[in-house]
């Protein structure tokens, strides 16, 4: 077993989550402690300002020094970690265009801290034909697996929904011998998730997010918006399927003449009815539906999901999981997946055409003479 750190740096902007797990890149060991680094308004500002750009473009450099730095940072805290698994930041997302683009080096973050890194975990899906994204499904299914090994599940079909910046479902079948086999998994993104709402707290009450889903509660949701929003094709496009953070941008100028309450009442319901459409793509019912990401701490948003969707919808820490750091767990599961050589995606995760080991590995120097701190295994 190996003892991973995973590095997180989503959509929402809000700043970096670290977690420890510790998994021979199949099952899940234990899960170790975590920490959340938050975005200084600056760094924030900068962020935001470079969303959008493709290497070289102005603000992106910026962007991988705040980016490399506060990892680094955050992972001092971690000294028991022998690999570091780290995302970087998504700046641009065009799988059938341009490709796919995340912000900050590997190779200086290993030199930072000494440790190797496993980062770049997208492009060669993209590379090879596939969407690049959502890449945290096998890990879903790993979860599943070791919740039914607890008994806190049956080993029977079930669904993660996460819900960052942008939102993406997993349907994962822990019965099955591993996630990359036939039936095992099936993913999508399913639509905008917190972003939108993100965004306009931000704009309109200088606040990174709607706490506890206060503000929407207050509100009624605009229904022509949301059924103007529904008619985009996106939704009868059968998965797998991703998107860029900003792809449904003009959902925020629809949202523009109503109060804050109203706006946020109505980014709400979008984001329940986008999972909703997606549930008649789901092989076949899942038992739960497991929220995990930011969106779960939101009252509105859980009510709306639960109105949406015809199962029980429930918070990952339902099974025992930390819907906060989930995603970063899955880094550092898929980096140890990636030394081990095994495959991050497939077919019905990202489509691409056969299963893929995306990620690049990263070792620090080492003095002439000195043994491998973290050798390559099998």
Not at 101 to 129: I, K, M, N, Y
Not at 166 to 188: K, Q
Not at 261 to 280: C, E, K, P, S
Not at 340 to 367: D, F
Request: proline share 8%.
């Amino acid at each position: 077993m190996i003892r991973a750190l995973g590095m997180m740096s989503g959509t929402s902007l809000d700043g970096v989550d670290a977690a420890m797990i510790e998994t021979d890149g199949r099952r899940i060991a234990g899960f170790g402690p975590s920490r959340f680094r938050a975005y200084s308004d600056n760094e924030a500002a900068v962020l935001h300002g470079a969303l959008g750009r493709w290497p070289g473009a102005p603000g992106v450099d910026e962007v991988a020094e705040i980016s490399v730095a506060g990892h680094a940072a955050l992972a001092q805290d971690f000294p028991e970690a022998e690999v570091i698994g780290y995302h970087g930041q998504t700046l641009a997302h065009e799988p059938q265009g341009r490709g796919t683009h995340q912000a900050g080096d590997g190779a200086a973050l290993a030199g930072l801290t000494a440790r190797p890194v496993v980062w770049d975990f997208r492009s060669e899906d993209v590379r090879r034909g596939g969407e690049g994204a959502p890449l945290v499904p096998f890990f879903h299914w790993a979860c599943a697996e070791w919740a039914a090994g607890r008994a806190a599940l049956p080993r029977a079909p079930v669904a993660f929904l996460n819900l960052g910046g942008v939102g993406n479902i997993s349907w994962v079948d822990p019965s099955a011998a591993a996630p990359e086999m036939p039936g095992a998994c099936l993913a999508f993104d399913t639509g905008p998730a917190n972003a939108p709402l993100n965004d306009l707290m931000r704009r309109r009450r200088r606040q990174t997010h709607d706490a506890g889903g206060a503000l929407a509660l207050a509100g009624r949701a605009d229904a022509g918006i949301v059924a103007r929003f529904m008619g985009n094709p996106f939704f009868d496009r059968p998965p797998p399927k991703s998107l860029d953070r900003d792809q449904f941008a003009t959902l925020a100028a629809e949202v523009d003449g109503l109060s804050d309450a109203d706006a946020a009442a109505t980014l709400v319901a979008a984001l329940a009815a986008a999972v909703g459409a997606g549930w008649r793509w789901l092989p076949t019912p899942p038992a739960m539906v497991l929220v995990c990401g930011g969106g779960r701490h939101n009252a509105a948003v859980m009510a709306a999901l639960r109105a949406a969707l015809p199962a029980e919808v429930a918070p990952v820490e339902a099974i025992g999981l930390d819907g906060d750091m989930l995603e970063a767990q899955a880094f550092g599961w898929l980096a140890v997946r990636v030394l081990r050589g095994l495959p991050t995606s497939g077919p019905m995760t990202t489509n691409a055409p056969e299963p893929v080991c995306g990620g690049r590995i990263s070792r620090p120097r080492r003095a002439a003479g000195a043994p491998d701190i973290f050798p390559m295994r099998p």
